[in-house]
């Protein structure tokens, strides 16, 4: 099985997470960072692994692929 | 290994390694073979009795003074470092010896003597003021001299650091919205730094590389007709920026004009 990775956009360009969604211990990690990233007001994009977007996501999938969590965007 | 701990902070300690808890106006003794036998203090900097080879190896007596500092020969303790009037420090010889330790700036390369570490310390913030202002004694020219010498140093080191961490940083956003392009997308991207997201029949966004204002939006005929100013709450690299514009122009259109300020160009 692929493993299944969340980017989180932050200052030092992204911090991945990495799960394998056979992994129990891996996906609970996973989904709590999810969660937490979730209260702080970032916005979870779901993206195929050949780029294509999914579109935003509200609730975790451990077999996303590829999740870009974004920070709250505000205007200038 | 550092040593664990600061020339004048205390650190409590009951092992037989380590230190009693001691301060720059207090003397604490060990009676412990592998730790100090007798501390003296008079004063803000610190040198060893000359007799101080007791022995296992360790401090007899330490006795504030200006100028010089010396060490036993105890693996867990200092080995010789002495200072000669006007002239360098000898650091520590033995790696598990003394370490300047300021926060992460442990591994910079300079070993200053007693006094001056302790205005380094000042200086970096980490004393009160009133400490400084027990340093009247010193030959303030010198101190001042050595302390800039010091302050070049951290700071070159520290723009060195962040730098590097930015172009880390850039580095690695760059990579990942460039994953998320599609073949038209990265090809613009590799000539002008700018990526084209259609939106509709009629309308497009291009984002170029920057961080706020950095949104045009172009009519059907490609010429540009507003700005949109929006981007990410928290500080992120230019390419994290654009990533968070890309995926919601292609995603949820609506909420970016919703968000962004809309400036005509005219």
């Keep these: ?76 | 290994m550092a040593h664990p701990y600061g020339p004048y902070q205390g650190t409590a300690a009951s092992s037989n390694t380590a230190w009693d808890s001691w301060n720059s106006s207090t003397a604490s003794s060990t009676t412990n073979g592998n730790t100090w036998s007798t501390w003296v203090t008079e004063d803000i900097t610190f040198r060893s009795d000359e007799a101080s080879e007791a022995p296992q190896g360790t401090w007899h007596t330490w006795v504030a003074h200006y100028e010089t500092s010396s060490s036993s020969t105890d693996g867990n303790a200092w080995t010789h470092w002495v200072r000669v009037d006007g002239g360098d420090y000898q650091p520590a010889q033995r790696e598990n010896a003394y370490t300047l330790k300021l926060g992460n700036a442990k591994d910079i390369p300079v070993m200053i003597g007693a006094r001056h570490e302790q205005l380094a310390l000042a200086l970096m913030g980490h004393l009160p003021e009133k400490v400084v202002g027990n340093m009247h004694h010193y030959n303030r020219e010198e101190v001042t001299e050595d302390l800039k010498a010091f302050r070049d140093v951290w700071n070159e080191r520290q723009r060195i650091r962040r730098e590097k961490k930015a172009a880390e940083a850039k580095a690695r956003a760059e990579e990942l919205l460039v994953s998320l392009l599609d073949e038209e997308q990265e090809e613009e991207w590799k000539l002008s730094r700018t990526v084209t997201v259609k939106v509709s029949d009629v309308k497009s966004v291009r984002i170029k590389e920057g961080w706020a204002g950095n949104c045009e939006e172009l009519d059907e005929n490609g010429h540009v007709i507003a700005r949109h100013c929006i981007h990410p709450s928290t500080s992120v690299p230019n390419a994290d920026n654009m990533i968070s514009q890309l995926l919601m122009l292609e995603t949820d259109p609506d909420e970016f004009f919703r968000i962004s300020n809309r400036s005509v160009v005219r």
Aim: net charge negative; proline share 4%; charged share 35%.
């Design chain 1, 1 to 76: 099985m692929a493993m299944n990775e969340m980017a989180i956009l932050d200052k030092t360009g992204d911090t991945k997470i990495i799960w394998d969604p056979d992994n129990e211990a891996e996906v609970e990690n996973a989904e709590r960072t999810f969660k937490d990233l979730k209260k702080d007001g970032f916005v979870a994009y779901s993206v195929k692994r050949n780029g294509k977007k999914d579109g935003i996501i509200h609730d975790f999938d451990p077999d996303a692929g590829k999740i870009i969590m974004a920070p709250r965007m505000v205007g200038g």
